[in-house]
Each structure stands twice: as structure tokens, then as C-alpha cells.
């Protein structure tokens, strides 16, 4: 059974910083894209970041191009997501996914696909 556990979220300042994990286990995704999505209350779920297999190519939704960096660490199936200079309007649920296709393109991960494997999330707040 593939399981995908997210930590790291929490309450922090404008301004703060958080680093998000997600350890994957029950198969391997290191031929795979994986990333972030978050949900704040109200609205639909959003792509924030996606890493390639290799970790060489990634993608970020443009209002957190330059603030938060995605990486990965195939060794330990883990994907992280540091967010700087956060801001209110970062407060969501993030959720990591993980594509059960191999070898797609961060940019292709803007489009939910039935073949993503979800995360159950985690709360970031950010207060003003």
C-alpha cells in the first residue's frame, strides 16, 4: 500500500520559513515526478511545485517562484518543499503527490492525473 506522510507544517510569522517533508513508502518513486499542492479554505486545490525523477528540472506556481525551493532525496523516496518569506496568503493545506507514471515533466504536474498518488496533508498558517 503506497502511503505518502507529510511533515513539517505549522504557524509562523510572515516572514518565517518552514521546510515540508514527505516520505513516501510501499514503492519506489524515484523514476517519478512528485511535488506540492495546497487548499486553502474556500478555494480549489492549486499546484505550488514539482520535481523531475532526477531532481535536475522543476516548476513553480508563480507567486512562489524565488520564495520556496523543491528537492528530493531518492536514497530516502523524500520530496521537501522550503518556503520563505511566507506570507498570509500562503496559508493552506499542502499535500504532497507523487505521479505513478514515470518519467513526466514537472510542468505536466500543473494538471491533476488519476495516476497521483496523494498525501493526507499538512496545515501551514502564516500569521500577519
Known amino acids: 500500500q503506497v502511503q505518502l506522510v507529510e511533515s513539517g507544517g505549522g504557524l509562523v510569522q510572515a516572514g518565517g520559513s518552514l521546510r515540508l517533508s514527505c516520505a513516501a513508502s510501499?514503492?519506489?518513486?524515484?523514476?517519478?515526478?512528485m511535488g506540492w499542492f495546497r487548499q486553502a479554505p474556500g478555494k480549489e486545490r492549486e499546484f505550488v511545485a514539482a520535481?523531475?525523477?532526477?531532481?535536475?528540472?522543476?516548476a513553480y506556481e508563480d507567486s512562489v517562484k524565488g520564495r520556496f525551493i523543491i528537492s528530493r532525496d531518492n536514497a530516502k523516496n523524500t520530496v521537501y518543499l522550503q518556503m520563505n518569506s511566507l506570507e498570509p496568503e500562503d496559508t493552506a493545506v499542502y499535500y504532497c503527490?507523487?505521479?505513478?507514471?514515470?518519467?513526466?515533466?514537472?510542468?505536466?504536474?500543473?494538471?491533476?492525473?488519476?495516476?497521483?498518488?496523494w498525501g493526507q496533508g499538512t496545515q501551514v498558517t502564516v500569521s500577519s
Open positions: 510501499g514503492r519506489t518513486f524515484s523514476s517519478h515526478t
Open positions: 520535481i523531475d525523477w532526477s531532481g535536475g528540472s522543476t
Open positions: 503527490v507523487a505521479d505513478g507514471s514515470p518519467f513526466s515533466t514537472p510542468q505536466a504536474m500543473r494538471v491533476i492525473m488519476t495516476s497521483y498518488y
